[in-house]
């Protein structure tokens, strides 16, 4: 089953201590993002990657992190987390050229 | 990415009756995607449109995208609670440049 997994589904965390949200697609895709998305805001996009070594930032990628070493993950990380980054996490996957995202489940983050 | 303003934000209709949101742009798109995302889930890809003035449907949907590449609508007829959730348009300027842009949404809320 074509499918793209985000781990952990929810977290509650504290200031500072270091968090990474993983994401995981099986559809072979070399496009790969994560967007986050907060009341009133919709989706803002903070990171994607193109392929494998190719990440470039989106509309809000400070204080966060990403890496490409497989084709199939794009982890998330949040070296330092605050309070601020309180929000809901997608990790979205597509073929290059073709424009079509697929989400994963999301991943709910507290920062206390 | 350059930004996509959609309206209205929030939208109560009774059952059965039509909804419509729209999608609004300064500047030519280059495509414009709609996605669904229902209430506690994720964002689902519902269709692409790339050509000036290209009508596409989908059962009770209809989508539009203007003849000067600007603006774009999706239209639901007779509603259903099965189509209760947040509509969100999206665009790309350049496959490759910068992934996705998505509007803000419009929370669609159906009174039986």
Known sequence: EAQ????????????????????????????????????????????YSMNVEVTDKGDVPEGYKVSRKEKRNFPLILESPSPNQTSLYFCATGHSGANVLTFGAGSRLTVL | GQQVMQIPQYQHVQEGEDFTTYCNSSTTLSNIQ??????????????????????????????????????????ITATQTTDVGTYFCAHSSSWGADGLTFGKGTHLIIQP
């Open chain 2, 34 to 75: 709609w996605y669904k995302q229902r209430p506690g889930g994720h964002p689902v890809f519902l269709i692409q449109l790339v050509k000036s003035g290209e009508v596409k449907k989908q059962k009770r949907l209809t989508f539009q995208f203007g003849e000067a590449k600007k603006n774009s609508s999706l239209h």
């Open chain 1, 4 to 47: 793209v997994t985000q781990n952990p589904r929810y977290l509650i965390t504290v200031t500072g201590k270091k968090l990474t949200v993983t994401c995981s697609q099986n559809m072979n895709h070399e496009y790969m993002s994560w967007y986050r998305q907060d009341p009133g805001l919709g989706l803002r996009q903070i990171y």
